[in-house]
C-alpha cells in the first residue's frame, strides 16, 4: 500500500517530518562547545526531542530497551550510491527517522563505555546497573572512578562530534534534498495545479458529458417509445398484411375464376359477334324490306283512296238539339246498304211536302222523296270518333306526301263547327276532326321515326270573310282585326303560297295544338262583338304544312292539310233585302254564295279536266289551289240539320254534294320532292 501513496503526499509527510530535524539540529551542540554538563543538563538537551517523540511511537521504546545503533547502520547507502549518496526521496522518513534516534542515543549514560566511532552503539549498561555507590572514604575509587568516567565522557564527547560530524553532513544532505524536494515540491504543485486544471476540465467535461448522457438517455427513451409504437405498428400492420394476404389469395381465385369466365365470355362473345353480324345484315335486309313494304304501303294507300275516289262526300246530320222542334218521323230516311243494317250508311232520304202543290189541287200533296248517296252517311247519334275513323286514313295521305282537303259545307247551325272543332266544353268525347287528325298524324309520325322519317308541322289558322283574310292566330294588339292579310306566293315562279301577317305557328303536340285553338276562338268571339255572327258568314281554314325526310335515304316529302269550316251556305232570300243592314247582309251572302259556287267550279273544272280552273275567283279556291287538283285528296263533309224548317236549305246542301260527289278528279301523283 505505502507504493501506492501519491508521490505528492510522500513529499508533504518528508517536509512536515523535517521540521523537528531542523529544529534538533539548531540545539545540537556546536563542535568544540564545552561538554562540560551535568547528566540532567544533557537530558535537557534531549529531552524537549524525547517529549516530541514520545508517545506510542517505536522510538522512545526503542531508545529505552534497544541498543543504540550506529548512525551509519541508521543510514544505509543506497545501491549504486557511494562516496556522496544522494538520498532517494522515499528513504527521506527513514532518514529522519534515524537523526531522532541517534539524538536520542546521545543521552549519556553514567556508566556507558566509550563507544569506537563507526561501530555499533553498544546499550549503555551503567545505566541499567550503577556501580555500588564507593564509601566515601575511598576517594580513590572514587577518583579512579571519575576518571572512567571522564574518559568516557571524553569518549563519547567525541564519538559526538563524529557523530555530529555526521549528522552536519546528513543535514547538508538533507538540506540538499529539502532544496530539491523543494523543486520537486513546485514542479509537484505546477503538476498539481495542472492536473486540479485537467481535474476541473475534467469536471467540466464530466458535466457536460452527464448532460449530453442525460439528453442522450431522453433521446433514447424517447427512441425507445418510438420504436415501441413502430412495434405495435409494426404488428398492426403485420396483422394487416396477413389479412390482405388473405384477400389477395381470395381475389386471385376470383381472378382465375374470372378468367376462366372471361375464356368463356370470350368465346360466346365471338360466337355472338358472328350472330350479331348476321343479325345486322338481316336487319339492314328487314329494313329495306320494311322500307319497301312501307312505300307499296302508301302505294297501295294511295291506290285505295283514288278507288274510293279522290274527291269524296261524307254527309252528317246532326241530333235535334234540346228546345228544337221535333222533325216530323221519317222526315230523313237512312236506308242500309246493300249489305243490310251492318253495312255503314251512305244513303239518305229526305221528304218534302209541297205545300204549294197540295195547295193547289185542294189534296194534301204526298211529300216529295229526294235520295242522295254518298260515300258515306252519318245518322245524327254517330260520335266524333266514328267520323274521324273514316277520315284517318285521308289524313295518313298528307303524312305520305298528298294534298289533302277537308271541307265542312252546309247551312248555318248544320253543325259544321262541331264537325272540324269540336263541341263546346272539355269532353274529349266531343272533340272534332283538327284535334284528332293532329293527334293521329303526330303518333303516326312517331312510328315512322323508327323507320327514318323525321316530321315537322306548321300551323295556320285564317279566316276569310267577305273576300278579306284575317289571321285567327292573331296575338296582342292585331287580335280581332281583320284585312290585312294578303294571299302572295312565296316567291317568284314558286308554285307555294303564304298569307302575309299570318302567323305559322310549329306544333309538336296536341297542347300546342289545343292552345291555338283556344285562341282562334278567342279572336271569333272579339269580331263577333264587332260584327254579328259573322263566323258563320266566313270561311275558318286551318292548314298544317306537313314536312317529312328520310334522311339516311335522302327523300323527302311534304304536303298540307286543310281543314276547312265553310261559311254558312244559306241563301237570303233578296226580297227581304230592303234596309242597308239587309242590303249589307245580301252582300256578304252573295260573297259566300260566290266563293261556294267557285268551289263547286273550281271542283267540276278538275273533274272535266278543264284548261283553266277558276282558282282566283275566290280568296278560299286562291288560297286552296294548290291542295285541289292534281294529286290532291279530297273530303267534302255536308252537315245536315234534322229540322224540317231547315229542308229547303238540307236539299240545297245535298243537292250541291251531290254534284262534288259525281266529280272524279285525276289519279293522284304523291307531292314528291
Ligand atoms: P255551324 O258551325 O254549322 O253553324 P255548329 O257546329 O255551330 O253549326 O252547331 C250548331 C249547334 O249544334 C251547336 O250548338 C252544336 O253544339 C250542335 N251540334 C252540331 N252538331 C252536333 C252533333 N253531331 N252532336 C251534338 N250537337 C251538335
Ligand atoms: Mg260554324
Known amino acids: 500500500m505505502e507504493s501506492q501513496r501519491s508521490p505528492l503526499l510522500e513529499v508533504k509527510g518528508n517536509i512536515e517530518l523535517k521540521r523537528p530535524l531542523v529544529k534538533a539540529h539548531s540545539r545540537l551542540p556546536l563542535p568544540g562547545s564545552s561538554f562540560k554538563r551535568g547528566r540532567d543538563q544533557m537530558e535537557d538537551v534531549v529531552e524537549p526531542e524525547k517529549k516530541r517523540t514520545r508517545g506510542p511511537g517505536t522510538a522512545s521504546k526503542f531508545a529505552a530497551s534497544q541498543p543504540r545503533a550506529p548512525v551509519r547502520t541508521t543510514v544505509p547507502p543506497t545501491q549504486g550510491q557511494t562516496a556522496a549518496p544522494k538520498l532517494p526521496k522515499k528513504t527521506g522518513l527513514r532518514c529522519s527517522t534515524a537523526v531522532a534516534t541517534v539524538l536520542k542515543n546521545q543521552k549519556p549514560g553514567p556508566a556507558a563505555p566509550a563507544q569506537k566511532p563507526g561501530t555499533a552503539a553498544a546499550p549503555p549498561k551503567l545505566e541499567g546497573k550503577k556501580p555500588s555507590k ?132 370470350q368465346a360466346e362473345v365471338a360466337s355472338l359477334r358472328k350472330e350479331t353480324a348476321a343479325q345486322v345484315a338481316l336487319l339492314a335486309e328487314r329494313g329495306e324490306r320494311l322500307h319497301w313494304l312501307e312505300m307499296e304501303r302508301r302505294r297501295l294507300h294511295n291506290q285505295l283512296q283514288e278507288l274510293k275516289g279522290n274527291i269524296r262526300v261524307f254527309c252528317r246530320v246532326r241530333p235535334v238539339l234540346p228546345g228544337e222542334p221535333t222533325p216530323p218521323p221519317g222526315f230523313l230516311l237512312f236506308p242500309s246498304g246493300p249489305g243490310g243494317p251492318s253495312d255503314p250508311s251512305t244513303h239518305v232520304s229526305l221528304f218534302r ?120 292566330l292573331a296575338t296582342g294588339t292585331r287580335k280581332g282585326q281583320g284585312g290585312d292579310c294578303e294571299i302572295r306566293r312565296v316567291g317568284p315562279g314558286s308554285e307555294e303560297l303564304t298569307v302575309t301577317n299570318a302567323r305559322y305557328v310549329p306544333v309538336s303536340c296536341e297542347g300546342e295544338v289545343e292552345a291555338l285553338l283556344h285562341l282562334a276562338r278567342q279572336n271569333r268571339a272579339v269580331a263577333r262583338t264587332a260584327q254579328n255572327e259573322r263566323s258563320s258568314r266566313s270561311h275558318s281554314v286551318f292548314q298544317l304544312q306537313i314536312s317529312g325526310e328520310h334522311a339516311g335515304r335522302g327523300l323527302q316529302c311534304g304536303a298540307p292539310l286543310n281543314l276547312v269550316d265553310l261559311a254558312g251556305s244559306e241563301r237570303l232570300d233578296p226580297g227581304l233585302a230592303f234596309g242597308p243592314g239587309e242590303r249589307e247582309r245580301l252582300r256578304e251572302t252573295q260573297a259566300i254564295n260566290s266563293s261556294l259556287s267557285t268551289l263547286g267550279l273550281v271542283i267540276m273544272a278538275l273533274s272535266n279536266k278543264e284548261s283553266h280552273v277558276p282558282y282566283r275567283n275566290s280568296k278560299l279556291t286562291y288560297l286552296l289551289q294548290n291542295s285541289l287538283g292534281g294529286s290532291a285528296k279530297m273530303l267534302m263533309f255536308v252537315n245536315i240539320s234534322p229540322l224540317e224548317e231547315n229542308a229547303s236549305e238540307s236539299l240545297n246542301s245535298l243537292r250541291f254534294a251531290s254534284k262534288v260527289n259525281q266529280c272524279v278528279i285525276g289519279t293522284a301523283q304523291a307531292n314528291r320532292k
Request: some cysteine.
Open 134 to 265: 564507593r564509601p566515601a572514604w575511598d576517594l580513590k575509587g572514587q577518583l579512579c572512578d571519575l576518571n572512567a568516567e571522564l574518559k568516557c565522557c571524553r569518549e563519547k564527547t567525541r564519538t559526538l562530534d563524529q557523530e555530529n560530524q555526521q549528522l552536519r553532513d546528513q543535514l547538508r544532505e538533507a538540506q540538499q534534498q529539502a532544496t530539491d524536494l523543494g523543486a520537486e515540491r513546485r514542479t509537484l504543485e505546477g503538476e498539481l495545479s495542472r492536473v486540479r486544471a485537467q481535474a476541473e476540465q475534467g469536471q467540466q467535461e464530466l458535466g457536460n458529458l452527464s448532460a449530453h448522457v442525460l439528453e442522450l438517455e431522453e433521446r433514447l427513451s424517447t427512441q425507445e417509445s418510438l420504436v415501441e409504437e413502430l412495434q405495435k405498428e409494426q404488428l398492426g400492420l403485420q396483422e394487416e398484411r396477413r389479412g390482405l394476404a388473405t384477400r389477395l389469395e381470395e381475389q386471385e381465385k376470383r381472378l382465375q375464376a374470372s378468367e376462366a369466365a372471361l375464356s368463356g365470355s
Open 353 to 472: 211536302s209541297d205545300e204549294r202543290r197540295g195547295t193547289l189541287s185542294g189534296v194534301p200533296a204526298a211529300p216529295t222523296r229526294y235520295d242522295f248517296s254518298f260515300d258515306r252517311v252519318f245518322p245524327p247519334g254517330s260520335g266524333q270518333d266514328e267520323v274521324f275513323e273514316e277520315i284517318a286514313m285521308l289524313v295518313q295521305s298528307a303524312l305520305d306526301g298528298y294534298p289533302v282537303c277537308i271541307f265542312a259545307y252546309g247551312q248555318t247551325g248544320s253543325g259544321k263547327t262541331f264537325t272540324m272543332e269540336g263541341g263546346p266544353g272539355e269532353d274529349p268525347q266531343m272533340e272534332g276532326l283538327i284535334p284528332r287528325a293532329l293527334r293521329h298524324l303526330f303518333s303516326v309520325a312517331q312510328e315512322l321515326s323508327s323507320q327514318g322519317w323525321t316530321y315537322s308541322f306548321v300551323a295556320s289558322y285564317v279566316e276569310i270573310y267577305n273576300e278579306t283574310v284575317r289571321d285567327l
